[in-house]
């Protein structure tokens, strides 16, 4: 009997704000919220943002006068609204009209006039030009004289022709939460994102440890790009051109695989199994699908899975607009139809469009086997039964799409039929799009989502994509997905592509219901989500995620009403102590969980025997299990 992965919590930050408790999926349908809702989302944002704060558990102006939430929204919702979602780059990130770069400037000397110029001995070039004549002077100058000429760089300053990304809501800033020192900022976001997943749970990791075996914990984790900026492999390569030295932490710190390690050792202290899966833009998928397998053979109990991206930076975004991959100033200009660039609508899909915006976002699930969530009260948000993955086969351009993504979208489907049944799937099912925003995109994936729809015998089959709100976060764009997607299981709302003023005319969509405005179903309900990711390279991925109201009609059939009815007695308390984070967090108190040096394990101290291994600070042991995996082909 295979174990379900139920999700027992989520959380992390991207363009639209904090994600737990869908606090992020809420930015994005403002618009279709009761006011109650929409003025807590509100002002939580305002506290992120710096622009309310709390004073004794009540929200105050910069002048301490008190605030309501009706106040909040009056003084701030404009600003909130436009400081939040897809926007022109923010300087704290860099100036997209000067950014730093070195021109090749030719020097050359006439007969009668040497160059010269005076500088410290310690300046000079190793080993010296040839045709440099140097003079002592004092205090350690010399003066140079260039017989002939050289080549220099110096500072230059030009625009980029991207301008715009999904950036974190202006003034949160993730190194302020936590003793941050040198690390890169996708780490930085690793730290904060898998801190607010867990505590969402509302359940103590340390009760968590209680009822597991130490290698019974997984974490999947990672980056597509590494860590680029400064503190990572973007300083490190940078270093030597710029004259600086190689710090010690950099080359460490950039790694892909680090936001798993950081996790293990500064969030979690766990043991347990651990790995990072990088596929591209399906990155998330990838490591998704390491989470479900491990939880569905036993070997891990309880498994963190997420990606940290931070690629703002400016070496990113011309290395994907060499690709002619990104939404220019100029592309937009002429999407719009001239004007000022509304780069609040740079991310299009589905509608006329000329590239993807790439954007920064931290996201992570916790999964547990269903009879541990049942037996810790665990609050049940959905399950995550499948991901598929199948590559292109031969291409002739690495960056297009191919045919992989309808082996993977079409074994979703019929996987989903097998659980929810045909008419389930047709009723109660929706497409989260990979919807990157690019003129392919749109064709391509439209088209194998229409022959999917038509080869199942789905009408108006509904299809989001989230990368309109929050941008393009490469390995964390299917977690952005799946986190929007728990949205709209929870408040029935499907949210619209409000980035575009109509569907393109060359996007396919005779079975697919693809809208501008947000779509309620509370009369017909959201059972099964479709996630769906293309990466570059054939990294093409499928997900199949279950509302939690078809979770529960399949625990209670496989344990029994008595059981489930305990349990539920049980998540009440969970629920409770998971809202009571809630309502801290919305005040500003994110409790980041950091243990630097804390709490290590001694080596010495481990108790090694031939059944089993007992690790200091877990109360259960490590046992080993008999392996009957090739007894008939033994003597």
């Given amino acids: 009997m295979s174990r379900l992965p139920v999700i027992v919590g989520f959380g992390g930050y991207n363009a639209a704000g904090r994600s737990s408790f869908h606090h992020g999926f809420r930015r994005t349908v403002i618009e279709s919220l009761d006011a109650l809702t929409r003025q807590e989302t509100l002002a939580g944002l305002a506290v992120m943002m710096k622009l309310v704060k709390v004073v004794n558990g009540s929200f105050h102006s910069s002048t301490d006068e008190p605030l309501s939430l009706a106040d909040i929204e009056t003084r701030f919702a404009a600003q909130i609204l436009d400081s939040t979602l897809v926007r022109r780059i923010e300087k704290r990130y860099l100036d997209v009209d000067a950014v730093h770069w070195q021109k090749n400037l030719s020097l050359s000397s006439g ?242 469009n000329c590239g993807f915006t790439l954007a920064e976002s931290t996201q992570y699930v916790v999964l547990m086997d269903d009879a541990l969530a049942l037996e810790l009260g665990a609050d049940i948000h959905g399950a995550a039964t499948d991901v598929f993955i199948n590559a292109d086969g031969f291409k002739k351009s690495i960056s297009a799409p191919g045919p992989g993504n309808y082996l993977t979208l079409a074994k979703a489907v019929a996987s989903a039929v097998q659980l929810v049944g045909l008419e389930g799937v047709r009723r109660h099912s929706f497409v989260h799009a990979h919807g990157s925003s690019t003129p392919a995109n749109r064709v391509t994936e439209s088209e194998l989502v229409d022959r999917v729809a038509e080869t199942f015998g789905i009408e108006e089959w509904p299809v989001v994509a989230v990368k309109s709100y929050v941008g393009h976060s490469l390995a964390a764009a299917s977690a952005d997905q799946l986190m929007s997607a728990l949205g709209s299981f929870k408040h029935g709302i499907l949210p619209g592509i409000k980035t575009i003023d109509r569907v393109a005319d060359d996007v396919f969509r005779r079975h697919l219901h693809i809208s501008t405005e947000d779509q309620s179903r509370q009369e017909t309900p959201l059972d099964v989500c479709f996630i769906n990711s293309k990466g570059f390279g054939g990294n093409n991925a499928s997900g199949v995620l279950l509302a939690p109201r078809v979770v529960e009609k399949m625990l209670r059939k496989r344990h029994g009403e008595e059981a489930f009815a305990a349990y539920s007695v049980k998540r009440e308390a969970t629920r409770a102590a998971a809202q009571a984070y809630d309502e801290q967090a919305l005040k500003g108190q994110f409790d980041v969980i950091y243990n630097f040096g804390n709490d290590m394990i001694d080596d010495q101290a481990i108790e090694l025997g031939t059944e089993q291994i007992k690790v200091p600070g877990f109360s259960r042991p490590l046992v080993f299990h008999k392996d009957e995996r090739f007894s008939d082909m033994l003597d």
């Fill in 111 to 352: 007969d009668d006039n040497p160059l010269t110029f005076v500088t410290q001995r310690k300046q000079l070039p190793e080993p010296l030009p040839a045709n440099w004549s140097v003079e002592p002077l004092e205090d350690n100058a010399v003066r140079v004289t260039l017989l002939g000429g050289c080549d220099i760089k110096v500072d230059s300053f030009r625009a980029l022709p991207v301008k715009s990304a999904g950036q974190l809501p202006t003034g949160f800033e993730p190194d302020e939460l936590y003793a941050s020192r040198f690390h890169p900022r996708g780490l930085q976001l690793a730290i904060i994102g898998a801190t607010d997943a867990l505590r969402s749970t509302g359940i103590a990791w340390t009760t968590i440890l209680e009822h597991v075996a130490p290698d019974e914990v997984a974490v999947f984790a990672g980056s597509s790009m590494s860590q680029l900026d400064e503190n990572g492999f973007g300083g490190m390569m940078q270093s030597r051109l710029k004259g600086h030295r190689v710090t010690a932490k950099q080359c460490p710190l950039g790694l892909n695989t680090m936001p798993a390690d950081f996790i293990n050792a500064y969030v979690l202290g766990s043991v347990g199994t651990t790995g990072s899966v990088t596929g591209a833009c399906a990155t998330f998928l990838y490591n998704l699908q390491k989470a479900i397998d491990v939880i569905n053979s036993g070997r891990a109990r309880v498994v963190l899975v997420g990606n940290s991206e931070a690629p703002i930076t400016a070496e990113i975004i011309e290395g994907y607009g060499a690709m002619s991959a990104l939404a220019t100033e100029d592309g937009l200009r002429n999407v719009q139809g001239g004007g000022e660039v509304d780069f609040r609508r740079a991310s299009r899909p589905f509608g006329e």
